[in-house]
């Protein structure tokens, strides 16, 4: 581009929202890369007889349940098209024969849309609406409930939900109808044992309670109110008592924004008739025993022998405890330098099943294999192992059903026998082309402060010439990239793409840099990290220095791309070392932290500021931004504006930014889209876009 058109630089991308992206004979097979089946959201009735999952292929969402003897897998829904409506929150009746699902939303948000607008990311002249729906797992159509989100099913079919932050009812056969009044925003839905009595969390902003409803004649029963934040409440499995965390409400003299701080919590119980309730567990004064930010929180479980099990970092790794639920020490179930993540209680809840980084494998820190270890003593077993991927455990009749992955194969539903026996497939294998995919090799380097970072290598074998090369950064950032497919759909989408840029002669390296998880707490709380200073962009720098000394790439050309805390970390790297990024991709990219920070906390509510100006400002220059004066590199921007995680204005802005500096760019916007795409074919024309862009901008 010549250097006269620099003010009018921006290549405008918009494509029609319903049009189809074709296939593009130029970049064959990334179609077929990105037409990988996925299961997600596996979750089991109270006991095991039935479970039920979501299949994804192609963008098109449909519900599958398996039951009985032979766990044979049913569809339930019958979807053929790429609509662009989730399908989520499944919960199953206690005794396995009813279940119920959502349809719609973005369950992902950060926040919800003025007017409790839902997502309508395909354009549609009909508003689209979150609804709830229901059908037997034995067999027959599914039914819409009404609508609403977060469903609560009971043994007789009474759902109760939550429309727009109330509870509401559907009994069988009758129209569904407010539940109770209450002035708090509800949530966390439970029926007791005996499906009589609802529990629930109602938010009150800087507080929130645990309350129980037992009936249209009897008051809200409040377990124990406070002036703190409960929530993660459970039943305990005769329903004369409920258990919860308990957290800090907000308020007091202004914490520092610009160094961590600990956040002390609790375990309480409470008696469900009178509301009584005590402390039954007090996380330590230390920096560790703080509320785990790890995802899905302290999963906090009722179980066998009266004992009560959650996850905490007390050691510096998310790791199971046990405590009795009449108060005493915590016992640390699940020794060990790894990180515990997706929990399910066993239907006799004697174990806990999970799935940890943990292995004899080489690589298997940034794997996941599934373990049990009971309730009650520190005697953890593996039931998985190797070089393959296994998470999200749940109870199936006699055995455990899983999600199975390994570096070539996408994502399977499996089961294996308690014994760990018998592992077999639940349904026909998926039908995925897997000959141009490569093992990603793990690969170590070091930071310029010392710290030691993971990755994966994707390199297909080539010619005797020199390869361009390409960092990926994850979003998050509370997340890992894996040797395989990943449990998340977002991140086996970024696996697959990488893949497809390794078959089209690119070194692509995959960079778990700090604030990510899996390589302990002190990893993931970093010094000065994110809107405190960006120390983990010391990790990216350090990424491109391993690539420029790999013998087969040219360090001459390595570009960068990535999502969300990805996107912000691709336009950190184009502002801040264009000399050394000579291109990249950023995908819906925070660009201005200060802007964020203000977004998500504002100044303080008091007299006392603290250290608001100085975390603003501090912000402020850990952002792209800050630096757009030095960036010169082409960037590819690509974001729907209908984005509840980052605001579309964040790249608006850069935009405006780019254009007064001259810097060429291109944009691909979608109307109407959120932040993790919903349509697939939303996906594939980004894909196509990013791929044509780095082809053009980093080959010779």
Not at 491 to 513: D, E, T
Not at 615 to 628: G, I, Y
Request: proline share 7%; glycine share 12%.
């Amino acid at each position: 581009m010549h250097a006269w058109m620099a003010p009018f630089c921006a290549l405008l991308l918009v494509l029609a929202p319903d049009a189809a992206a074709a296939p593009d004979p130029a970049l064959p097979g990334l179609e077929q890369s990105l037409a990988f089946p996925f299961v997600g959201d596996l979750t089991a009735s109270k006991e095991g007889e039935s479970i039920a999952w979501v299949g994804r292929q192609n963008g098109v969402r449909n519900i599958w349940v398996a039951s009985g003897a032979d766990f044979h897998p049913r569809q339930v829904t019958d979807s053929r098209d790429d609509d662009g409506q989730e399908l989520t929150s499944l919960a199953f009746s206690p005794d396995g024969r009813r279940i119920a699902w959502v349809r719609g939303g973005d369950h992902d948000s950060n926040w919800e849309a003025e007017g409790h607008l839902q997502p309508n990311p395909a354009s549609g002249v009909e508003q689209p609406h979150l609804t709830v729906w229901t059908a037997e797992v034995a067999g027959g159509a599914p039914r819409e409930v009404a609508e609403g989100d977060a469903p609560a099913v009971t043994d007789s079919g009474r759902i109760a939900f939550v429309r727009e932050g109330k509870v509401w009812i559907a009994e069988p056969g009758a129209k569904p109808e407010r539940l109770f009044f209450d002035r708090g925003d509800v949530g966390d839905l439970a029926w007791s044992p005996d499906g009589r009595r609802l529990a629930f969390v109602s938010d009150r902003g800087d507080h929130s309670f645990v309350g129980i409803y037992s009936g249209k004649d009897r008051p809200i029963l409040w377990l124990a109110p406070s002036t703190g934040r409960d929530d993660n409440l459970v039943w305990s499995p005769d329903g004369r008592r409920i258990a919860f965390t308990r957290r800090p409400g907000s308020g007091g003299a202004p914490q520092p924004l610009l160094e961590e701080v600990k956040q002390p919590w609790s375990i309480w119980v409470a008696d469900a008739q009178t509301g009584d309730g005590a402390a039954v567990w007090r996380s330590p004064d230390t920096m560790e025993g703080s509320y785990t930010s790890a995802p899905d929180g302290p999963v906090l479980r009722w179980a066998a022998g009266d004992r009560l099990t959650f996850r905490a970092e007390m050691d510096g790794w998310p790791h199971l405890y046990s405590v009795p639920a009449t108060g005493g020490a915590a016992m640390l179930l699940t020794p060990g330098d790894y990180m515990v993540e997706h929990v399910a209680l066993s239907g006799d809840g004697k174990w806990l099943l999970y799935s940890a980084n943990s292995g004899r494998a080489a690589g298997d820190h940034d794997r996941r294999h599934i373990f049990r270890v009971p309730v009650d003593r520190a005697a953890p077993e593996a039931l998985s192992a190797g070089e393959g991927l296994e998470w999200t455990p749940v109870p199936a009749g006699d055995g455990i059903a899983f999600v199975s992955a390994t570096a070539k194969r996408p994502p399977a539903l499996h089961w294996i026998g308690a014994d760990r026996r018998g592992e077999r497939a639940l349904g026909a294998s998926p039908i995925y082309a897997t000959d141009s995919l490569v093992v990603p090799k793990p690969v170590t380097f070091r930071a310029g402060d010392g710290l030691l970072i993971h990755g994966q290598l994707f390199d297909a074998p080539g010619g005797k010439a020199k390869k361009p090369a390409l960092i990926f950064v994850h979003g998050g950032p509370p997340r890992q990239m894996l040797l395989g497919w990943s449990y998340m759909y977002y991140y086996s989408h970024a696996y697959a793409m990488n893949q497809y840029l390794a078959s089209r002669g690119f070194a692509v390296l995959s960079v778990n840099y700090r604030l990510g998880i899996g390589y302990g707490r002190a990893f993931h709380h970093p010094k000065d990290a994110g809107a405190r200073g960006a120390s983990e962009y010391r990790d990216v720098i350090a990424a491109a220095r391993f690539l420029q000394g790999l013998p087969q790439v040219d360090g001459g050309r390595i570009g960068i791309w990535g999502g969300s805390y990805g996107g912000y970390l691709t336009a950190l790297a184009l502002a801040r070392d264009s000399d050394t990024f000579k291109a990249g991709v950023d995908f819906h990219g925070v660009h201005d932290m200060s802007r964020t920070l203000y977004e998500r906390r504002g100044p303080p509510k008091r007299y006392e500021q603290g250290d608001w100006d100085a975390a603003l400002k501090t912000a402020f220059t850990s952002s792209p931004v800050a630096d757009v004066a030095t960036w010169r590199s082409p960037v590819l921007l690509i974001h729907g504006d209908d984005d509840r995680n980052v605001r579309f204005s964040q790249t608006v802005d850069l935009a405006r930014r780019l254009d007064e500096q001259g810097v060429r760019y291109e944009e691909l916007v979608f109307p109407n889209e959120i932040h993790d795409f919903l349509r697939h074919q939303d996906w594939l024309k980004a894909d196509q876009a990013t791929v044509r862009f780095l082809e053009r901008e980093l080959r010779p």
